[in-house]
């Protein structure tokens, strides 16, 4: 019976493997492994339930638009639990010269497609409003080489526009700079409409009318998540596969090709496989390949990671009150704070509350600051009160904390990196059934990741012929 080993068993792995039961219990003659090296499986995929409030360690939702992983909460049976974020309350703050700033109605990511909000919002100053009505008539620019965010986005709105919206943006998905990171991996639609239309803001505006012309329903929430949090996915996943399968407390130290297939090396044993899917952060899977393919390994090893730390704090029904409403705020780096952002967790996701607990989230860390992930927990608890403090006027004594840290978590798709990618994809094509999931490549949200592990199920499986080539698309 052909076997497939997989390493890594956070949702990218897990997706994976799930793909692999599902053939397996079609009737596919086909066994899987999964090593993980950590006690438990799941990954960054962590949630607490903290006096009656639930507290996510690492993700708390995944954007609706992108459909994998929805649909895999579906296959396994958890449609019932999906639920949107609470986006009639959703409004967003972005601290500015130490003041909660409004992001104006009408901005899509950071390009404005409604003209009185932006004109009255005192995010801006007088020159980028200008250089925002400027902006409509950019002509259309096909770069011919890929270049940073900030490039991108300097060019149609000047650096302010990159200060107060971009970088913070990006800081909060990636972990990240706009300063560092690719337009064309990060933001493909943005260069797509510029070389199309020019201005971004009309380019905007026009799918936006297209989308309104098409669908009649009312738009769905901008996030989804699981009642009981993140957890849940793990859970009822781990309830789908085989637990004779599941290897905890297990990390692969190496993998080598041998006789059509691959010898995979945990603790003191060694196994061989047919097929490998190594599903673990590009960094990991650098070192693990080494010995296969030493040219592989060095480009797997040149997409970078930046680590991030989640705080959670819980407290009353007073500081609920006093807490201004939506979803949270972002921080600039020009306000020179270590905080990068915050979520009022009771107003995203209201039950993840009960109505006297007010949740506040703060995230810290990113390809800036790296030093914090030395901080003990209590330095890292008085860090975010102090800002706290500072941005919101909160003192109160929470009734609860949680730190998490998290290093080498969030890959940085850097200037270079889709031709990075085409590279990978050649040679792992050299390489007997072998695959490559994870948040490296195409994607570093938890969608993207169950899609990369789905796919790399798919692509060993063509390799072994128990599959048709037309179900795997391209690219690792
Ligand atoms: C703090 C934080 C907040 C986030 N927020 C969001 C969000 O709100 N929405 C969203 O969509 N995405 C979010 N993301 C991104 C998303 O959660 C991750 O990109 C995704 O979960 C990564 O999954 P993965 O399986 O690829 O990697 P991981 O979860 O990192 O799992 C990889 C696994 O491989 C294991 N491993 C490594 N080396 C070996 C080895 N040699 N042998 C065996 N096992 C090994 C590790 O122990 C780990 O369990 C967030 C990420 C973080 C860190």
Known sequence: MPRIAIIGGGISGLSAAFALEEKRRAGAPVEYVLFESSPRLGGVLVTDRVEDCLVEAGPDSFITEKPWAADLCRKIGLGDQLIGSNDPERKTYILTKGKLVVMPDGLMFMVPTKILPTVFSPLFSLRTKMRMAAEWFHPPHKASADETVAEMVERHYGP???????????????????????????????????????????????????????????????????????????????????????????????????????????????????????????????TLLQLA????????????????????????????????????????????????????????????????????????????????????????????????????????????????????????????HLERLQRIEALRQKLPGLALAGNGFNGIGVPDCVRSGTEAASRVLTAMGLESAASVPAQP
């Not at 026009?206 to 669908?215: D, L, V």
């Not at 996030?223 to 009822?236: H, I, N, W, Y």
């Not at 967790?345 to 990113?366: M, S, T, W």
Request: hydrophobic residues 40%; contains cysteine.
């Open 293 to 416: 393919d030493e040219k592989l390994a060095r480009e797997l090893g040149e997409i970078r990671y930046s680590s991030s730390v989640t705080v959670t704090l819980g407290y009353d029904e007073t500081v609920r009150r006093s807490l201004p409403p939506g979803f949270g705020f972002l921080v600039p780096r020009s306000e020179r704070r270590r905080m990068l952002a915050a979520t009022f967790v009771h107003n995203k996701f209201p039950h993840r509350a009960p109505e006297n607990r007010a949740i506040v989230r703060c995230f810290l860390g990113g390809s800036r600051d790296e030093e914090i992930l030395d901080r003990s927990e209590d330095q890292i608890l008085r860090i975010v009160r102090s800002e706290l403090q500072q941005i919101i006027g909160l003192t109160a004594e929470p009734l609860f904390t949680r730190v998490y840290k998290w290093r080498a978590a969030m890959a940085q798709y850097r200037v270079g």
């Open 160 to 286: 302010e526009m990159v200060d107060r919206l971009a970088d913070p943006l990006l800081s909060g998905v990636y972990g990240g700079e706009a300063s560092q990171l690719s337009v064309r991996a990060v933001l493909a639609r943005f260069a797509e409409m510029e070389a199309k239309h020019g201005s971004l803001g009309r380019a905007m505006l026009a799918a936006r009318k297209k989308m309104a012309g098409a669908a009649s329903r009312p738009a769905p929430p901008l996030f989804t998540s699981l009642k009981e949090g993140m957890q849940q996915m793990v859970d009822a996943l781990l309830s789908h596969l085989d637990a004779d399968a599941l290897h905890t407390s297990s990390p692969v130290q190496s993998v080598i090709p041998q006789d059509g297939g691959w010898t995979v090396s945990a603790g003191y044993e060694s196994d061989h496989f047919d097929a490998l899917i190594i599903a673990t952060p590009a960094l990991a899977a650098s």
